[in-house]
């Protein structure tokens, strides 16, 4: 079993930073992409970056130069440095990993974590 446990949301004022984490845990064999979404009430589920086993990162238009995606490949965790937040920012946001175990790769997403960001 694969557990993907998010932390670090909250509330912050515009401009302010949140540095977001997923850890993951179980019996994982490799982990290759890490990713972060977030989904807005309202309005569909969006990639806001991604990063490689290798090291290989990408960025929605909208967060590029304000947000910073990173990984503890030995802890199996990934990061999501947010600065100069705005309203349009509040979310909630999820992790994703691409998982092997044992012969098998498959997603697994996490439980979300709120991201409020006050005007």
């Known amino acids: 079993q694969v557990q993907l446990v998010e932390s670090g949301g909250g509330l912050v004022q515009a401009g302010g930073s949140l540095r977001l984490s997923c850890a993951a845990s179980g019996s994982i064999f490799r982990i290759n992409d890490m990713d972060w979404y977030r989904q807005a009430p309202g309005k569909q589920r969006e990639l806001v970056a991604s990063?490689?086993?290798?090291?290989?990162?990408n960025y929605a238009d909208s967060v590029k130069g304000r947000f910073t995606i990173s990984r503890d490949n030995a802890k199996n965790t990934v990061y999501l440095q947010m600065n100069s937040l705005t309203p349009e920012d509040t979310a909630v946001y999820y992790c994703r990993a691409n998982i092997q175990r044992w012969a098998r790769w498959n997603y697994y997403w996490g439980q979300g974590t709120q991201v409020t960001v006050s005007s």
């Open positions: 990063s490689t086993s290798g090291g290989t990162t």
